[in-house]
């Protein structure tokens, strides 16, 4: 007999990480519990009641408030998880704050980079240790979030970073964005970018640090790239929607990337997009509407 599996889901009351909740609920096992969080009772209670409540449901949905912006509360939920269940089997961080375009990005950043990046690098430093050999760590990151989409001037700073390289560099960028020198040092205006960069590169310094053993045990760390999704975050900032899916169509490839019996050596530590590896050097074509000067 297997031991019950438990699923954690970042900014889950809706969107994408909502449909990730409701395809884990849907396809684990009765005893499995899935913690479907967010940053506000009410709408995580909501959105909890509405999974449970789904004819398709099979496992233990359970709504959970965390502030991802708060890394001591992530380290919290991964400590009280571990000593009531052992281990954890899947998390999958997905946040992120909606940036507005009629706004200037200094006025949004700081909150921005802290439940897009900050809570990437306490997820991975919170749960990765205590992930069950076997399971899954994934980060939502985006198609924007290879190397390639970077000015080569920065290429050497993600050069076999670790993961206390991507944060310093996620500062020095955020400090430059506040002194408006980021585009002079080569940075993407579109805060978005460098953000999703610096996911993808510290899911990648984590992975390189474990890659052996979790190959062995059949574990996967990764970052995924939903592909385009008609939700509220994406749609001030495209304007070609024609190819856009549901979150409900986006998730299927990443649940199959997370309930896959086995793990595909090529997809650690890598950006999947589709179920296909994403190169760290690509230049994906995605542009995005104008940017609102600072
Ligand atoms: N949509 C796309 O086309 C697309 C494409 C590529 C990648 N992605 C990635 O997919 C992920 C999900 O995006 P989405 O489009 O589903 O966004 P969304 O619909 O805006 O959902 C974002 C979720 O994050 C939550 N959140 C915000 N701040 C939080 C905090 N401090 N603590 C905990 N939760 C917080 C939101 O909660 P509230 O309801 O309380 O605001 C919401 O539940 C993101 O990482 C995004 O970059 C999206």
Redesign the pocket.
């Known amino acids: 007999m297997t031991a019950p599996r438990i699923a954690v889901v970042?900014?889950?009351?809706?969107?994408?990480?909502?449909?990730l909740v409701q395809g884990l609920a849907a396809r684990l096992a009765p005893d499995d519990l899935v913690l479907l969080?967010?940053?506000?009772p009410d709408?995580?209670a909501e959105?909890a009641a509405r999974v449970s409540a789904d004819p398709a449901t099979t496992s233990h949905v359970q709504g959970r408030v965390?502030?991802?912006?708060?890394p001591r509360a992530i380290a919290a939920m991964a400590a009280e998880l571990t000593e009531r269940h052992g281990r954890v089997d899947i998390v999958v961080?997905?946040?992120?704050?909606?940036l507005t375009p009629d706004r200037p990005q200094t006025e949004q950043a700081d909150?921005f980079i802290?439940?897009?990046n900050g809570?990437t690098h306490a997820v991975l430093r919170s749960f990765a240790p205590v992930l069950r050999p076997g399971g899954r760590l994934i980060?939502?990151?985006?198609?924007?979030g290879t190397l390639g989409r970077l000015d080569p001037r920065l290429h050497p700073l993600f050069e076999d970073a670790s993961l206390d390289d991507v944060e310093a560099i996620v500062e020095s960028w955020r400090a430059a964005v506040h002194a408006g020198t980021e585009r002079e040092l080569g940075w993407p205006g579109w805060i978005?970018v460098p953000?999703?960069v610096a996911?993808v590169a510290a899911v990648r310094a984590v992975a390189a640090q474990r890659r052996e053993t979790d190959l062995h045990d059949g574990t996967l760390v990764a970052a995924v790239?939903?592909?385009?999704?008609?939700?509220?975050?994406?749609r001030p900032w495209?304007d070609d929607f024609s190819q856009?899916?549901t979150?409900e169509q986006?998730v299927l490839p990443l649940l199959d990337l997370i309930l896959a019996d086995t793990v595909d050596p090529a997809t650690y530590g890598e950006l999947v997009r589709f179920g296909e590896v994403l190169p760290w050097s690509a230049q994906s074509p995605s542009v995005p509407r104008t940017i609102v000067p600072r």
């Open positions: 970042t900014g889950a009351n809706q969107g994408i990480g909502f449909a969080t967010g940053r506000n709408r995580v959105a965390l502030d991802v912006s708060d961080s997905n946040a992120i704050t909606r909150e802290d439940v897009a809570a980060v939502v990151a985006s198609s924007l978005n953000s999703k996911q790239c939903p592909g385009l999704v008609d939700t509220p975050t994406s495209f856009a899916r979150p986006a």
